[in-house]
């Protein structure tokens, strides 16, 4: 990982771990990078769930497919999640059929069932050992106003012939307002489980590149041209499976979504629970419980916000910090304006999976075997419900003026004051006519960044608790040297005195 920090004190002066859980005593394998001109049938650009899956599906099928990863497989977004395999998910359904209408609320049920049933058949099938476990999902609420949203969820599911389970508790006898459970949902380690899809595709001669960026991709005839930093990549079909993808063009995602950030906190408990839960409420509250060894965890997501509001992290952090956990950190979701992911061709024989609204585990499940249907021309029933150019709907139309002015906010906000009341050891100023940021750390040693994301511009924030740079505009961050480690900044941005 690219952190500078691995820890910080909490506000007890004990130490707590500032990158995730899943990323702790792992052993990532051993890294191929791309050096040299290769030609594909597919390129597969991303290595995380929805990358890797996608090319699992592409396995042994006389196609030559290779994926590529600008920094370690599994070690962006899915590295951050709770890992929670589930189709139930908050309100979603009486949101879609709000948004649609009762039909597409069924299909999107159906494809997250079937996302489980593909995670399940994958780990059987190649003996993976990546903390599978079976557990009981719980919706609930403390907020008497939203007990009838939960209600209304459990009897839409119920018509979908899914079987509930009314209850005042959850499991560990922490009392709620109201809730229900669902069966047949799980949760596993997400970096074992890639970590294990990357030597399957690698033995299957499914070509896999790390520390390898596509910094550039043009359409030449009937092929793509995509530039990396030491090669060039010359495919018939590109699948970027980025979190956020890098272009602009053709695609205008800040147009069509926001961006929520959460924060996870992780403590040691005594006994496993053996159960999944998330609230309907203001602040968000998720929960899971995760085995190791002897050791057991339960893992608390305790908050989330648009990126646009709420820049100074130490108070985002601060109920985490006022507590013993041994492990926090924050992640980014994509948000879209109708709470259905954007997966499918965007133009001939050039797609994307992205825009997962906080479950990637199944999304991007999903969105593997529904991009590897589209390369092989097979039919698949999610296709269209899923399709990026999907036209409009009173939820797109009434979220429109909201993201529009999201992304204003957080572009104005990012330029207007760079220098936060809360900092206590960042600097922004000029050196030879450049805008950069410098933070000082405990050993008065500087780092200095350029102050501008190379996506599209925004000044960045300092995120000092994971002591990163921040994009609040899209989501890019960077170390403290500027090394760019999620996008869609394809860039780094460090800076050195002359």
Same mark, same amino acid.
């Given at each position: 990982?690219?952190?500078?920090?691995?820890?910080?004190?909490?506000?007890?002066?004990?130490?707590?771990?500032?990158?995730?859980?899943?990323?702790?005593?792992?052993?990532?394998?051993?890294?191929?990078?791309?050096?040299?001109?290769?030609?594909?049938d597919v390129l597969i650009i991303g290595g995380g769930i929805t990358g890797l899956s996608t090319a699992y599906h592409l396995m042994n099928k006389n196609l030559k497919v290779a994926l590529v990863e600008r920094n370690k497989i599994g070690m962006g977004?899915?590295?951050?999640?709770?890992?929670?395999?589930?189709?139930?998910?908050?309100?979603?359904?009486?949101?879609?059929?709000?948004?649609?209408?009762?039909?597409?609320?069924?299909?999107?049920?159906?494809?997250?069932?079937?996302?489980?049933?593909?995670?399940?058949?994958?780990?059987?099938?190649?003996?993976?050992?990546?903390?599978?476990?079976?557990?009981?999902?719980?919706?609930?609420?403390?907020?008497?106003?939203?007990?009838?949203?939960?209600?209304?969820?459990?009897?839409?599911?119920?018509?979908?012939?899914?079987?509930?389970?009314?209850?005042?508790?959850?499991?560990?006898?922490?009392?709620?307002?109201?809730?229900?459970?669902?069966?047949?949902?799980?949760?596993?380690?997400?970096?074992?489980? !890639? %970590?294990?899809?990357? /030597? #399957?595709? =690698? &033995? *299957? $001669?499914?070509?896999?590149?790390?520390?390898?960026?596509?910094?550039?991709?043009?359409?030449?005839?009937?092929?793509?041209?995509?530039?990396?930093?030491?090669?060039?990549?010359?495919?018939?079909?590109v699948i970027i499976t980025t979190h956020y993808p890098y272009f602009l063009f053709p695609f205008m995602m800040p147009l069509k979504c926001s961006l929520e950030k959460s924060y996870i906190g992780v403590e040691r408990v005594f006994k496993d629970y053996?159960?999944?839960?998330?609230?309907?409420?203001?602040?968000?509250?998720?929960?899971?419980?995760?085995?190791?060894?002897?050791?057991?965890?339960?893992?608390? !997501? %305790?908050?989330?916000? /648009? #990126?646009? =509001? &709420? *820049? $100074?992290?130490?108070?985002?952090?601060?109920?985490?910090?006022?507590?013993?956990?041994?492990?926090?950190?924050?992640?980014?979701?994509?948000?879209?304006?109708?709470?259905?992911?954007?997966?499918?061709?965007?133009?001939?024989?050039?797609?994307?999976?992205?825009?997962?609204?906080?479950?990637?585990?199944?999304?991007?499940?999903?969105?593997?075997?529904?991009?590897?249907?589209?390369?092989?021309?097979?039919?698949?029933?999610?296709?269209?419900?899923?399709?990026?150019?999907?036209?409009?709907?009173?939820?797109?139309v009434l979220k429109f003026p909201i993201i529009l002015s999201s992304n204003i906010k957080s572009f104005v906000g990012s330029k207007v004051n760079k220098n936060k009341s809360w900092y206590k050891n960042v600097v922004f100023k000029k050196i030879n006519?450049?805008?950069?940021?410098?933070?000082?750390?405990?050993?008065?040693?500087?780092?200095?960044?350029?102050?501008?994301?190379?996506?599209?511009?925004?000044?960045?924030?300092?995120?000092?608790?994971?002591?990163?740079?921040?994009?609040?505009?899209?989501?890019?961050?960077?170390?403290?040297?500027?090394?760019?480690?999620?996008?869609?900044?394809?860039?780094?941005?460090?800076?050195?005195?002359?």
């Open positions: 990982m690219n952190f500078y920090l691995k820890f910080i004190h909490n506000n007890n002066g004990d130490y707590m771990k500032t990158n995730s859980i899943w990323t702790s005593n792992i052993s990532l394998g051993k890294t191929n990078k791309l050096t040299k001109d290769i030609e594909l977004i899915t590295s951050r999640s709770t890992a929670k395999i589930t189709f139930l998910q908050e309100n979603i359904y009486s949101k879609l059929k709000k948004n649609y209408d009762e039909e597409i609320s069924r299909m999107y049920l159906n494809s997250q069932i079937e996302a489980i049933n593909t995670i399940k058949d994958i780990i059987k099938n190649n003996k993976i050992d990546c903390d599978f476990n079976k557990v009981d999902s719980y919706l609930f609420t403390n907020d008497q106003e939203k007990i009838k949203d939960v209600k209304d969820e459990k009897k839409l599911l119920e018509k979908f012939s899914i079987k509930t389970k009314e209850v005042t508790e959850l499991p560990d006898k922490e009392k709620i307002k109201y809730g229900f459970s669902v069966s047949n949902t799980y949760v596993f380690h997400p970096i074992k489980y !890639l %970590i294990s899809l990357k /030597n #399957i595709l =690698i &033995k *299957n $001669n499914v070509d896999v590149y790390e520390d390898s960026k596509v910094l550039k991709i043009d359409r030449e005839n009937n092929n793509f041209i995509c530039l990396t930093d030491k090669a060039t990549i010359k495919a018939k079909k053996g159960f999944s839960a998330i609230n309907t409420s203001i602040p968000t509250k998720s929960i899971r419980y995760h085995k190791d060894n002897d050791k057991i965890y339960k893992i608390n !997501l %305790i908050n989330s916000h /648009n #990126i646009a =509001i &709420k *820049n $100074n992290e130490r108070e985002n952090f601060k109920e985490l910090l006022n507590n013993n956990y041994e492990y926090i950190w924050s992640n980014h979701d994509i948000i879209t304006n109708d709470n259905l992911a954007f997966i499918g061709e965007i133009e001939k024989d050039f797609m994307i999976g992205t825009g997962y609204n906080t479950w990637g585990m199944t999304n991007s499940t999903i969105a593997g075997k529904i991009l590897s249907d589209i390369v092989l021309n097979k039919e698949n029933k999610y296709i269209k419900l899923f399709n990026p150019k999907r036209g409009l709907n009173l939820s797109k006519g450049n805008n950069v940021g410098i933070y000082i750390d405990e050993d008065s040693n500087k780092h200095i960044i350029y102050n501008k994301c190379p996506h599209l511009g925004c000044s960045l924030v300092f995120n000092e608790v994971e002591k990163t740079w921040d994009c609040p505009c899209h989501g890019s961050r960077f170390d403290i040297s500027g090394k760019v480690i999620t996008g869609p900044s394809n860039y780094d941005i460090s800076f050195k005195e002359e």
